[in-house]
C-alpha cells in the first residue's frame, strides 16, 4: 500500500501536525522531575475556579450526550460581544471551527489567501479540500501585507485567513487598515479572523470581529478558550457571523462536538471577570518583564499583543532550545516557520518568567 494509490489525492500533500514536545516526553528524556513549558501559548494559571467546580458538577452526568447546541453558552457570548446566539457556532476548539470552514467552503481549485508564516491549520483546511492556498509573505517588520493579499485576490478566490494577532509574530493588522481592507476585498469573498489571542490586544480603541460581523461584513471571527480562558485541555472553540454567512459551516458540524463538561466549564469561565482581569494583567506585566530582559541579552523582541513573544536569537535557535530543555523549559522553535533563528515564548507565571530568562542568559553567556 503506498501513499499514492488509496488516499485522497489531497491527503497526501499533507503531513500529520508536529505538536512541541510534552512535558513527560521531555521529562523522560532529561530525567527531569520539574518542567516549565513556554512553548504552546497555555494558560500558567490553569482554569478559574468557577470552571473546575463546573466541571466537577457536570462529570456526574457524563453518561448522557451533551447539550448538542451548546445554548447556554452561546446564549453568553451572544450578550458579551452584542450579537444574536444565532450568529454564534460552538465547537470542539477553534481547530476544529477553522477546519469546519474549509469544509463549508472550499470547492477543489478555489484559492485561499492567506500571509505567512501564520497558524498552519489554513493550509490544512484549504489543501484538504483540494483547495489552493495563496501565500503572501509578512511584511519586512512581521505585519499583514494587507495590499499583497488585495492583489492575490482572483475571481477563484473563495477565503481570505487574518489571524490576528498572528502566530507566530504576535502581531496585529492596525485597526483603521483592517477596516479599509475589509471595505476593499469583493463581498464574495469570506474573511476568516482568527481571534484565538484576541483578547489580549491592549489597544482601547481596538475593534474585534464581532463588531465588523454587526456592521453586516461577511467575517467570520473566530475564538478559542484555550489561551485567555486556560481551558486548552477542554477543546472549546466558537466561530461569530451573520446567519447567511455561518448556516454552511454549521451544517458540516458534528452533531455533539462540545462534551458536558467543557460548556459548561466555558459559560462558567466567562462569568469570573475577577480571573480574566487577573489573566490580562499578569499577562501584560510578564509581556513587559521579558521584553525587556529578552532585550538587555540583545535578543531581538517584536512588539506583542498576545501572550506570547516571537524572539530572534541572532544565531541558530536549535541548540539553545536544546539547552533551554535540559534545564526544564520548553519553548518553541520557529525553523518549520523559515525562521531558524526565532524562538518563541509564552508568558508564564512571574516565577516561570524569571526562571526561563535566568536559564536563557546562563546559556547565551556559555
Ligand atoms: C492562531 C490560532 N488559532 C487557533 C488555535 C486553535 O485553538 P484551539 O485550542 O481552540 O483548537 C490556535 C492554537 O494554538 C492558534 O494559535
Same mark, same amino acid.
Given at each position: ?35 516549565? *513549558? ?5 494558560? $500558567?494559571?490553569? $482554569?478559574? @475556579? ?24 452561546r446564549g453568553k457570548l451572544g450578550t458579551l460581544y452584542g450579537v444574536d446566539p444565532?450568529q454564534v457556532?460552538?465547537? !470542539? ?6 477546519? /469546519? ?35 503572501? $509573505? ?7 501585507? /494587507? ?8 475571481? *477563484? ?20 487598515? /483592517? ?6 476585498? @469583493?463581498? *464574495? ?6 481571534e484565538?489571542?484576541g483578547e489580549?490586544?491592549?489597544? @482601547?480603541?481596538?475593534k474585534t470581529g464581532a463588531e465588523y460581523v454587526r456592521?453586516?461584513?461577511?467575517v467570520?471571527s473566530?475564538h ?14 466558537y466561530a461569530i457571523a ?14 455533539? $462536538?462540545?462534551?458536558?463538561?467543557? !460548556? ?6 466567562l ?22 530582559? /529578552? ?36 519553548? *518553541? @522553535? ?33
Open positions: 500500500m503506498t501513499r499514492s494509490t488509496l488516499w485522497r489525492q489531497e491527503v497526501t500533500k499533507l503531513e500529520a501536525y508536529v505538536p512541541g514536545k510534552s512535558i513527560e516526553e521531555v521529562q523522560k528524556q532529561y530525567g527531569l522531575s520539574e518542567i516549565t *513549558r513556554l512553548a504552546s501559548n497555555e494558560n $500558567p494559571y490553569g $482554569p478559574s @475556579p468557577k470552571a473546575i467546580d463546573a466541571m466537577n458538577a457536570a462529570a456526574a452526568d457524563s453518561h448522557l450526550y451533551p447539550e448538542p447546541t451548546s445554548a447556554e453558552l444565532s457556532l460552538v465547537s !470542539n476548539g477553534a481547530d476544529n471551527v477553522l477546519m /469546519l470552514i474549509g469544509q463549508a467552503y472550499v470547492n477543489p481549485g478555489d484559492e485561499v489567501v492567506y500571509c505567512v508564516p501564520t497558524f498552519s491549520v489554513y493550509r490544512t483546511s484549504t489543501v484538504v479540500m483540494g483547495g489552493v492556498p495563496i501565500e503572501v $509573505p509578512l511584511t519586512g517588520d512581521y505585519k499583514f501585507d /494587507l495590499d499583497g493579499m488585495l492583489a492575490a485576490v482572483t475571481e *477563484r478566490t473563495k477565503l481570505i485567513y487574518l489571524c490576528n494577532p498572528n502566530n507566530p509574530t504576535g502581531t496585529i493588522v492596525d485597526c483603521a487598515a /483592517l477596516e479599509e481592507f475589509l471595505k476593499k476585498v @469583493p463581498p *464574495r469573498v469570506v474573511v476568516v479572523l482568527d484565538a489571542y489580549f490586544i491592549d489597544v @482601547p480603541s481596538y456592521e453586516g461584513y461577511p467570520i473566530v478559542t478558550f484555550s489561551k485567555l480562558y486556560g481551558l486548552a485541555a477542554m477543546r472549546v472553540g451573520n446567519p447567511d454567512v455561518l448556516a454552511p459551516v454549521l451544517a458540516v458540524r458534528e452533531p455533539f $462536538p462540545v462534551s458536558r463538561m467543557a !460548556n459548561s466549564a466555558a459559560a462558567a469561565s462569568d469570573d471577570t475577577e480571573y480574566r482581569e487577573f489573566i490580562l494583567r499578569t499577562n501584560r506585566e510578564g509581556l513587559a518583564y521579558l521584553s525587556e530582559q /529578552l532585550r538587555q541579552m540583545n535578543v531581538g523582541v517584536n512588539p506583542s499583543y498576545s501572550n506570547f513573544l516571537f524572539a530572534d536569537l541572532h544565531r541558530d535557535a536549535a541548540p539553545v532550545v536544546e539547552a533551554l530543555m535540559k534545564a526544564g523549559y520548553i519553548v *518553541r @522553535p520557529c525553523k518549520s516557520w523559515g525562521y531558524p533563528e526565532h524562538i518563541r515564548i509564552t508568558v508564564g507565571s512571574p516565577d516561570q518568567n524569571k526562571g526561563f530568562i535566568e536559564a536563557l542568559r546562563t546559556i547565551l553567556e556559555a
